[in-house]
């Protein structure tokens, strides 16, 4: 493999400082974003209000054991979107644009936490447009329109095999199935193997857990919620598995390549060079998570804001041209993707707050989402809301999500065919949600409605 560019080898020996100026805010709340249990019940909107009025850019403790000190949270929109659209103060790839601690060497998976590093969420300025720009031909609209016409026949087949039993987990049958299609038809992952990444993604949306468990138990000792080590060993597993599958696919594709994200990523160059390995498993772990995860729990999320909201539940059902907002509307309340994170390069001010130079901050984007200065009434659930799609769980500025349309699109398909064949639907017991501070990871959703033959 080249000698290319490797990010990761860099960003384990920058260092974050301590914030250099005095805090506006002396305010200290007593819940904590490091605690993952919080995140269980859905995203914790009442502690991001406590914390947008009290203090909206707050100095927050570091997770647990992590060598960097503590980051500054966002909650509000305005100052969200300032962060977002200022990249040259605002770094994505002095220690990464998504990773809100290091960790401690011992803890970490090697190949996970440098993949968490090595692809182009983590990169600024020309290497990271060069990168972007290679993947930009599949998420084009002629290229979205042509999937599209594959996705409202999946959605069909995946609505046909549980229409008639009446009931089902509609993460397992549905949701986790139609994102991981209609990626697996963009980056020409073969039909066999795409069950797969189905287990791999499970066992990913863990990986936070894991993590913190396990230093959890260095200091405490084994609790009741330690995982069992033989779940561990799994989960080690399925992570080698995952990497060895893409590092395969990626290599056959840089020596045949076909038309698809793939064997475009397998190569393409960073500064005149093919991308090293470490890349490949960066690109390859970016691209199958954030395909998937973010989709995957936006449609499952919708569901429940419609059960939990009856009145707009009817209202959409009797007028399906409400579906395009009613679709910007879940996506600002789910706001899959919880948090990113940007790292200041010079000394700067946000919101009257003084930062210095290598200050780490992080941007809760489901606090910006329901940011009252934007939003009226913001914990609504209002499908007519006019500038519903003015939230920012897509991001804004130069990272903006580049799979968007794609999501979008799946989405529209979804619900608009869900809606017309089960319109009686209703949840059928408690929903689970992953302990997970970055993404919004809903792993149960048992629905029923009236069975069709
Ligand atoms: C509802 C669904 C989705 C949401 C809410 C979402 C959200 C996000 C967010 C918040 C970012 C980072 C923005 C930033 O750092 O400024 C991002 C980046 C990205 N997303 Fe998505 N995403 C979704 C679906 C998808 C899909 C379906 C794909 C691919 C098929 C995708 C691929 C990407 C990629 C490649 C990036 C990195 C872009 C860059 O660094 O330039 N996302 N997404």
Redesign the pocket.
């Known amino acids: 493999m080249g000698s290319g560019y490797v990010l990761s080898d860099e960003v384990v020996n920058h260092k974050i400082n301590e914030p250099v100026f005095p805090k506006n805010s002396s305010y200290k709340a007593e819940k904590s974003l490091n605690d993952l249990d919080l995140f269980t019940k859905g995203q914790p909107v009442d502690f991001y209000k406590e914390l947008r009025d009290n203090a909206p850019i707050y100095f927050h403790d570091p997770m647990p054991t992590d060598p960097e000190p503590g980051y500054w949270v966002l909650t509000r929109h305005e100052d969200i979107k300032h962060v977002?659209m200022n990249p040259k103060i605002f770094s994505?790839q002095y220690a990464t644009?998504?990773l809100l601690t290091l960790g401690t060497e011992e803890n970490r998976h090697p190949k996970l936490f440098k993949s968490t590093i090595d692809?182009?969420?983590?990169?600024d300025g020309e290497m990271?447009l060069g990168?972007?720009k290679e993947?930009m031909p599949?998420?084009k609209p002629g290229y979205v329109e042509d999937l599209q016409k594959k996705v409202t026949v999946k959605v069909g087949q995946l609505l046909d095999q549980i229409a008639p039993l009446g009931e089902c987990n509609l993460v397992s049958e549905v949701s986790q199935q139609l994102?991981i299609f209609?990626?697996s038809e963009?980056l020409g992952i073969p039909e066999a193997d795409r069950q797969k990444l189905v287990t791999w993604m499970e066992f990913l949306e863990l990986a936070q857990y894991f993590a913190v468990e396990q230093i959890k138990q260095q200091n405490e000792g084994v609790t009741d919620s330690s995982p069992d080590p033989e779940m561990i060993n799994l989960f080690n597993t399925m992570v080698d598995e995952m990497f060895d599958y893409g590092k395969h696919i990626l290599l056959k594709k840089r020596k045949n390549p076909e038309n698809d994200?793939l064997s475009a990523i397998a190569n393409a160059k960073i500064e005149g060079k093919e991308l090293t390995q470490e890349f490949l498993d960066g690109s390859w772990l970016?691209?199958v998570f954030?395909?998937?995860d973010?989709?995957r729990?936006?449609m499952s999320g919708g569901i429940k804001l419609l059960h939990d909201n009856q009145d707009q539940k009817e209202l959409l059902i009797n007028n399906l041209d409400y579906l395009p907002n009613f679709i910007n509307e879940t996506?600002r309340c789910?706001?899959?993707?919880i948090h990113?994170r940007?790292t200041s390069l010079e000394e700067t001010e946000i919101n009257g707050q003084r930062i210095g130079p290598f200050e780490k901050i992080a941007?809760w984007?489901g606090a910006a989402n329901r940011d009252p200065d934007i939003f009226q009434d913001p914990d609504t659930f209002n499908i007519l809301r006019e500038n519903a799609d003015n939230h920012?769980?897509?991001?804004?500025?130069?990272?903006?999500?580049?799979?968007?349309p794609?999501?979008?699109m799946?989405?529209r398909e979804f619900y608009s065919q869900f809606l017309g064949r089960f319109p009686d639907f209703e949840m059928n017991g408690e929903w689970k949600v992953a302990p997970n501070n970055f993404v919004h990871a809903i792993q149960e959703m048992p629905i029923k409605f009236s069975p069709k033959s």
């Open positions: 977002s994505s644009g998504n692809h182009m969420l983590n990169l990271h990168l972007r993947h599949f998420f994102p209609t990626l963009i994200l970016l691209i954030a395909g998937n973010t989709t729990n936006t996506v789910v706001s899959p993707v990113m940007r941007l984007y920012l769980a897509f991001g804004i500025g130069r990272h903006t999500c580049l799979g968007k794609v999501a979008l799946q989405l």
